[in-house]
């Protein structure tokens, strides 16, 4: 191959390249099949993965939005809402599973970069402060001791509680319990995997109020304020903190 044609397959490429990192490309994430082919596509496409960016999650209950629209600022959310076994266990495999699911498939990938970024979006509704069962919030406070069986162990119960109607007896939250106890397991599985992968920048953060689906527009964020935390972190210098919970005034506590 000629200077020419080499200088010109190397444009291309680099053109290629360019118009793939200058535009958004959806792919739907929705089972373990497409986690496993997004991740198969960011391999061949780019070959590793800078940033992971897990911001999924559904809220667990059901709204009432004729109610919502007619409370205006004063919203009691828990006439309001429904929640159920059947949303509870969807909002916990969206939440922590989902995430896991994705921490799992793009770790081989994260590993190739030179600075990899995990960012678990989270609440500050989830500080283990609002979690009253104290056999869970034991488990999930041992950060020594802590592994993914344990948490697993957590929502097994929590999930069978929820099944036998007896939340509030067991001292589990009883409004928004799913996204609570869901997103509360996701801090715990942060902190294990900061712990496991320390070339890598893994942390909570917390948006704050956002106006999305997810807080049925109530929020006093918009969405391009919620994400100045969560892009912030992400673009913090190498080698700063990890296994840390963020919110918009900085690094702040788990519990």
Not at 215 to 239: F, Q
């Amino acid at each position: 191959m000629s200077d020419f044609a080499n200088k010109l397959a190397s444009t291309r490429s680099s053109k290629r390249r360019t118009d793939l990192c200058d535009r958004v490309i959806f792919h739907q994430l929705d089972d373990p099949a497409s986690v496993a082919s997004l991740a198969q596509f960011v391999k061949s496409q780019f070959g590793n993965l800078d940033i992971l960016v897990n911001n999924a999650a559904i809220s667990g209950n059901i709204a009432d939005e004729e109610a919502l629209r007619a409370a205006g600022s004063q919203i009691e959310w828990e006439k309001i809402t429904t929640e159920s076994h059947e949303l509870a266990v969807q909002c916990v495999q969206t939440n922590y599973y989902g995430a896991k699911r994705m921490v799992e498939h793009f770790i081989p990938l994260l590993e190739l970069s030179k600075s990899p970024r995990i960012i678990n979006v989270s609440s500050s509704i989830v500080k283990l402060k609002c979690l009253k069962n104290e056999w869970a919030k034991g488990i999930l406070t041992d950060v020594e001791n802590l592994t993914e069986e344990k948490i697993d162990e957590v929502i097994d119960e929590y999930l069978n509680d929820s099944k036998e109607g007896t939340l509030e007896a067991k001292g589990w939250p009883t409004r928004v319990s799913a996204c609570i106890l869901s997103k509360a397991a996701m801090n715990a599985y942060t902190r294990i995997l900061a712990k496991k992968y320390k070339s890598f920048s893994i942390n909570c953060v917390h948006p704050g109020y956002v106006k999305t689906d997810l807080t049925y527009n109530t929020g006093i964020l918009s969405v391009e304020d919620g994400a100045e935390t969560p892009v912030k972190v992400a673009l913090s210098p190498h080698g700063g903190p990890s296994g840390c919970f963020f919110d918009r005034n900085g690094v702040t506590s788990f519990e």
